[in-house]
């Protein structure tokens, strides 16, 4: 006989999951605590394994519940979108999000006002990361889209045909009162490997033949800015992007190559959530890039 997954037990899984508490979650779903511990083991039965450890004092996921936890919220996220595609021509669901470091701290904010107020029933999930990473994680399937960095050499073929938001080109930053002897090695302040712009700094020095040594990596911006602000070196940066306090010289150093903030999806057709983000970022390239002259060149159309 054929199995069923009822969604009330799948919502309830996913919701003691999500707190790692039999308590937390039936005060979330307004149910009494064993009300849920009921849900939980009719959907244990159904499936005919255990999926949640518990005892006097912690909740822990088997290796069933584990691996059942990503096929329930993708359960849950498909019946909320076909029900709001349904009773609501307004784009409904989640949307796992990658979005660069440097991004991140310094446009992003104004735009997710903006997109909120548009679409008030798609939910973000947030990963931020280095652009490297981003785009091994949107390969392997853990995100939906990805708006990051590529440096213009990049090459080879790429299966999410990315679409250029705009071009920036990488520049020297550093505290306004900092000095490079050109006698010296040049002070780095840089994001540690795999990264983009740590990459095209190493490479633009190598080529010219200056002397360089590394004075401090970090893996966040906040972290890099500390101590450019300090004084320990200078940093490659977009330009459009340079962090508040910091500003651009070039010391007399090489020139740093262009770079594009590029917008990445997996596959070329999406449900109505993913479709919302996407065209609202390549609608507001403009005010992401932090003016009004920037144009968008798109390296794939919507489908």
Do not use: K
């Amino acid at each position: 006989m054929r199995s069923e997954l009822d969604l009330v037990r799948v919502r309830t899984f996913v919701t003691v999951a999500g707190q790692l508490s039999f308590s937390g979650a039936a005060r979330r779903l307004g149910l009494s605590q064993s009300a849920v511990s009921q849900h939980v083991r009719r959907l244990e039965t159904t499936l005919g394994r255990t999926l949640l450890e518990r005892d006097t004092h912690a909740v822990r996921l088997t290796a069933a519940g584990e691996a059942f936890l990503g096929y329930a919220q993708r359960i849950l996220d498909l019946s909320d979108e076909a029900i709001g595609a349904v009773v609501s021509s307004e784009p409904r669901g989640r949307v796992r999000f990658g979005v660069s470091e440097d991004f991140a701290l310094t446009r992003l904010p104004d735009f997710l006002r903006r997109f909120r107020a548009l679409h008030p029933y798609v939910d973000l999930e947030f990963t931020v990361e280095l652009s490297v990473t981003l785009h091994r994680r949107l390969r392997a399937g853990e995100l939906d889209a990805v708006l990051a960095m590529r440096l213009n050499a990049t090459t080879g073929v790429d299966a999410f045909r990315p679409r250029i938001l705009f071009h920036d080109p990488l520049v020297w930053v550093s505290a306004p009162d900092v000095r490079i002897d050109e006698d010296e090695p040049v002070p780095l302040v840089l994001y540690p490997r795999p990264s983009l712009t740590r990459d095209a700094a190493l490479d633009t020095l190598m080529s010219a033949g200056r002397a360089h040594r590394v004075t401090c990596t970090s893996g966040s911006l906040s972290g890099l800015r500390a101590a450019a602000l300090a004084g320990l070196g200078v940093m490659p940066f977009a330009r459009s992007l340079i962090p508040d306090g910091l500003v651009h010289r070039d010391h007399g150093l090489p020139e740093l190559p262009e770079t594009a903030f590029v917008l990445m999806t997996r596959g070329t057709t999406f449900p109505p959530a993913v479709r919302a983000l996407v065209e609202a970022l390549q609608d507001d390239h403009r005010v992401l890039r932090g003016d009004r002259e920037g144009t968008a060149l798109s390296g794939g159309d919507l489908q």
